[in-house]
């Protein structure tokens, strides 16, 4: 079946830096998805994209939708403590109602 | 705007009692309405979806069933809980347009004692 492949699973950072996460997928997806899950709490929806090219910004995070359709990137400029939490990236199934797929996400740590 | 309500947010329960988690959403009219299981802070797992009233689709063999009774409501149940069932509930709903995202509760917090 189809499955999202996310890098890195963790990654440990000091504030200020720059991230850059990736998923990919041996199939062709029509949609990539972005969320932030903090904990104790249900994903949010960061970033979604629609076509194959697309790079889409939400403050000063960017993510890109791969031209092959099978990956797509996710970048946090100049990162803060807020940025602390799992990022996850999802992708609709070709077939069925509207279900999606997770990638097993990125958790990211950050040190004032 | 559309909201998502689910609850209880924590729930501590003996092996071999019954369960019921309740998500309501509004704001939306016939949503599609989903319940997923998060292990270890990561790796959602698609257990019940559902795209209309007394329509539930299962994604994987297990103890829980769902039930939507109403459009805007969606339940998860279990007549007897095991060890295994502990976990982070979400429910999570989309419009049902093709691609659309899903929106998601802030999840229940099983424990299975």
């Known amino acids: 079946g189809q499955q999202l492949n996310q890098s890195p699973q963790s990654m440990f950072i000091q504030e200020g830096e720059d991230v850059s996460m990736n998923c990919t997928s041996s199939s062709i997806f029509n949609t990539w998805l972005w969320y932030k899950q903090e904990p104790g709490e249900g994903p949010v929806l960061l970033i979604a994209l629609y076509k194959a090219g697309e790079l889409t910004s939400n403050g000063r995070l960017t993510a890109q939708f791969g031209i092959t359709r099978k990956d797509s990137f996710l970048n946090i400029s100049a990162s803060i403590p807020s940025d602390v939490g799992i990022y996850f990236c999802?992708?609709?199934?070709?077939?069925?109602?509207?279900?999606?797929?997770f990638g097993q996400g990125t958790r990211l740590t950050i040190n004032p | 705007s559309q909201t998502i309500h689910q609850w209880p947010a924590t729930l501590v329960q003996p092996v071999g009692s019954p369960l019921s988690l309740e998500c309501t959403v509004e704001?939306?009219?016939?949503?599609?309405l989903y319940w997923y299981r998060q292990a270890a802070g990561r790796g959602l797992q698609l257990l019940f979806y559902s795209v209309g009233i007394g329509q539930i689709s299962s994604e994987v063999p297990q103890n829980l069933s769902a039930s939507r009774p109403q459009d805007r409501q969606f339940i998860l149940s279990s007549k007897k809980l095991l060890l295994s069932d502990s976990g982070f509930y979400l429910c999570?709903?989309?419009?049902?347009?093709?691609?659309?995202?899903?929106?998601f509760g802030n999840g229940t917090r099983l424990t299975v004692t």
């Open positions: 999570a709903w989309s419009t049902g347009f093709r691609n659309s995202p899903l929106h």
């Open positions: 999802a992708g609709p199934l070709i077939q069925g109602a509207q279900k999606l797929v």
């Open positions: 704001g939306t009219s016939n949503p599609n």
